[in-house]
């Protein structure tokens, strides 16, 4: 494909055939077809098969020569073609740029793969038009000051009393790159921002614009520069805009996407029974963390302390039964301050506990076993008398 408005030579050697598609057409009611075919401007958007037939003048008289149709470049004769049956199946294929700018050129090539090297084709258009050059089995053109938002080319060529058409669509339009712009990009808490869409008027007239936030439903599509009013919050931190442009180009509609602008907004240190939790449980004997975090913009530093002694954050420590109180956290940053206090509490098992209760109830134990010993031995002391026998 060559680019757009350039006429190397390179670009003038017929294209390789390839696939393309095609309508047969039935064969030309008059088997007499001129040597060089004039041209027709077609109605822009149509595509009926008498308007893409080439003019065929009144039979030649004897004593005049045919018309010829003016051409920039000699082109071989081409025998008449005899109505019937092509002996081998044809296509034909038109390719170059379908966008364009608009009053802009482009260099089109119409081919086709028909057996027959002298096969005679034509080219119809509503534009402007330059013949670059043709040869068996090719031809090409060039379009000029382009400013038809969409037209219809057709290409042709005869092979054995049979003809194909290809159509192609050029489509001609300038639409600018839209900007997206923000008052202030890096606001503070509560400021008004105002968030602007905009582009450069379009060829053809017609550009609408879209504006569209991360953190905001998208605004409807208008007409000229879109804007939206707002007063900078904590969620727009971060929030990203753009601006999107589109064009209705006959029965297609194109698009464009600006750069991406970024809102930053500053705003006092954050904290809450998420971030920080005011009651923490840890076990003695484990390491344990003290969980507190606090966001802002700037980033806000993070101080926590026990008894005016700082204790590191977010980091395991071993715990111990001291380890129990009231922590007390605060977040800063230029815009301002936030505190709170946690309190950790302390599970252990503490055996020393168990042993003050055990000693007491064995020494109690003991002292019960001894004092009924001493009773019970008092009750089987004394004097005993021996009493003589009896006489019988």
């Not at 030649?60 to 920039?72: C, F, G």
């Not at 105002?194 to 053809?204: D, L, Y």
């Not at 950790?344 to 076993?369: E, F, I, M, R, S």
């Amino acid at each position: 494909m060559s680019l757009l408005g350039t006429s190397h030579e390179s670009q003038l050697i017929p294209p390789s055939p390839r696939a393309s598609w095609g309508h047969p057409m039935p064969p030309n009611p008059s088997p007499w077809v001129p040597t060089h075919p004039t041209f027709t401007s077609s109605p822009l958007g149509t595509s009926h098969a008498s308007q893409l037939l080439p003019r065929v003048p009144p039979p030649p008289q004897p004593t005049a020569p045919s018309p010829v149709a003016p051409s920039s470049s000699p082109s071989p004769s081409h025998p008449i073609p005899v109505p019937g049956p092509p002996t081998k199946a044809f296509e034909v294929a038109l390719e170059g740029p379908s966008e364009v700018g608009f009053g802009g050129t482009v260099l089109l090539n119409c081919s086709t793969d028909c057996p027959d090297a002298g096969a005679p084709g034509g080219l119809e258009t509503s534009l402007s038009k330059e013949w670059v050059g043709r040869g068996p089995g090719w031809l090409s053109i060039r379009l000029r000051n382009i400013t038809e938002p969409f037209s219809d080319v057709f290409c042709y060529f005869f092979c054995s009393g049979e003809r194909k058409i290809v159509a192609f669509t050029v489509l001609a339009y300038d639409l600018p790159e839209p900007h997206v712009s923000i008052s202030k990009p890096n606001a503070s808490s509560n400021d008004p921002v105002s968030v602007e869409c905009s582009s450069e008027p379009s060829r053809p007239p017609g550009l609408m614009l879209q504006l569209r936030g991360s953190h905001r439903p998208p605004q409807p599509w208008a007409e000229g520069p879109v804007r939206l009013e707002l007063a900078a919050g904590e969620e727009d931190d971060g929030a990203e805009f753009t601006c999107e442009a589109q064009l209705n180009v006959g029965n297609r509609t194109v698009r464009k996407s600006s750069a991406t602008a970024t809102l930053r907004v500053s705003y006092r240190p954050r904290m809450d029974d998420q971030s920080c939790p005011p009651r923490q449980n840890w076990t003695e004997g484990q390491e344990e963390t003290l969980r507190c975090w606090a966001w802002g913009n700037p980033r806000p530093r993070l101080v926590c302390s026990k008894a005016g002694e700082a204790f590191p954050v977010n980091v395991p420590r071993p715990v111990t039964r001291a380890s129990a109180g009231t922590y007390h956290c605060l977040a800063s940053n230029p815009l301002g301050a936030a505190e709170r206090n946690i309190t950790v509490w302390v599970q252990y098992d503490d055996h020393n506990v168990v042993l003050v209760v055990l000693v007491p109830v064995v020494v109690t134990a003991v002292l019960g076993a001894m004092a009924y010993g001493v009773h019970h031995r008092k009750k089987r002391t004394g004097t005993y008398r021996l009493h003589p026998p009896r006489a019988s």
